[in-house]
């Protein structure tokens, strides 16, 4: 969990960061947010509002969690809970639409009323954006883009279904695909540095990269963003990622032009200071 009092004008008073814990993840939440209260009155500063960013399946218009897998969330109401807890105007968004929020305030999509934000970390998701809107879905589960089917027939996801993009391109997809195929265990930054000189590394990280392609493509053809920001800790992964990228999702765009594929300009804060956003939009 992390968490950060910020000011008006964007700058971090404090910053504090705890292990999610197994039992009490709301208890942990609301003590974080009470730690970071008194930090800013220490340094002479109000709280206005605060803003939570969460993963899992979100309604965002009433603040309930309907699922999220790794918090063991099923239908908590979070933002009735919090505004209970806090006593402050209070907003909950999820997660990686809350980084888009960010990326387009103060990021890499800057300006921007089309683009897709795609953080490829230990799995993949995407904040949509088209005409200036955030398109969440009817259950709040739009964005699921490392559960699109990629590969008829392939390799089985943990969600269930077979040929999953991020069981090829993710984090945890490029060190299982690597180890498995008689790699070393090996992160995925590791096996990227032994491009060129690894057969079996160029093999695994050629196909990922193929498979976001494919994804990406298909997300242009049906969206049309002007920009596609990628984030995440592949996306570190530089010339070895952009590069090929670029050329496979032109080459599939045969009769279109492709957009620009930039990388986070916010990175790992970027859920952070969506969160701050929406702090100080339910604050108004």
Request: charged share 20%; aromatic share 4%; hydrophobic share 45%.
């Amino acid at each position: 969990m992390k968490g950060a009092v910020v000011s008006e004008g964007g700058g971090v008073v404090a910053e504090l960061t705890r292990p999610t814990p197994a039992g009490d993840i709301l208890g942990a939440l609301v003590a974080l947010f009470g730690d970071l209260h008194e930090t800013a009155r220490t340094s002479g500063r109000d709280v206005v509002g605060a803003g939570v960013a969460t993963p899992g399946m979100l309604d965002e218009q009433r603040g309930i969690v309907q699922y999220a897998s790794n918090l063991d969330w099923r239908d908590v109401p979070l933002l009735d809970i919090l505004r209970g807890e806090l006593r402050l105007p209070v907003a909950v968004g999820h997660d990686v639409r809350a980084a888009g929020l960010a990326e387009r305030t103060f990021g890499a999509a800057r300006g921007s009323d089309d683009f897709v934000l795609v953080p490829i970390g230990t799995g993949v998701a995407a904040a949509l954006v088209t005409a200036g809107g955030t398109i969440t879905g009817a259950t709040g589960a739009a964005g699921e883009f490392g559960h699109i089917p990629v590969i008829p027939g392939g390799e089985p996801c943990t969600c269930g279904q077979r040929g999953c993009l991020e069981v090829y391109m993710s984090g945890a997809g490029v060190a299982r695909r690597y180890r498995e195929a008689g790699g070393e265990p090996l992160s995925t930054r590791r096996i990227v540095a032994r491009l060129g000189e690894d057969p079996l590394a160029d093999r695994v990280w050629g196909e990922a990269v193929e498979v976001l392609a494919h994804g990406l493509t298909t997300l242009t053809l049906l969206l049309d963003p002007r920009v596609i920001v990628l984030g995440g800790g592949v996306s570190h992964a530089g010339d070895a990622l952009f590069g090929p990228l670029e050329r496979a999702v032109s080459a599939g765009l045969a009769w279109r032009d492709r957009p620009a594929i930039v990388r986070s300009g916010l990175g790992g804060d970027a859920g952070r200071a969506g969160a701050g956003l929406l702090a100080f939009g339910a604050a108004r």
